[in-house]
């Protein structure tokens, strides 16, 4: 939490644990994520989401910000799962 309020990281864990337990295979697209916070009434913009799941939060993605949080892996093309 910062200042009262959920990061956006706190809400796509929040979230991605929800979709995990609802499927068998424990997987999830950035889509699904973003459709799910926007139901929740996040107050984070799409892109920012977007940007968290593929890069931030993903140990094996690549570039500037890659991996700085160790929260999902990239299984296919849009695809994670939780680490």
């Known amino acids: 939490m ?24 424990g997987t999830f697209t950035t889509q699904e994520i973003v459709a799910a916070m926007r139901e929740r009434g996040t107050r984070h913009l799409d892109t920012t989401i977007r940007r968290h799941v593929a890069t931030e939060m993903c140990s094996n993605a690549v570039g ?14 849009g695809l994670f799962r939780l680490l």
């Not at 910062?2 to 295979?25: F, P, S, W, Y």
């Not at 500037?64 to 892996?73: N, T």
């Open 2 to 25: 910062h200042n009262g309020r959920m990061t956006c990281r706190d809400e796509i864990l929040a979230v991605a644990r929800k979709l995990c337990r609802e499927r068998t295979e």
């Open 64 to 77: 500037p910000g890659a991996g700085k949080y160790q929260d999902l892996e990239r299984v296919g093309r």
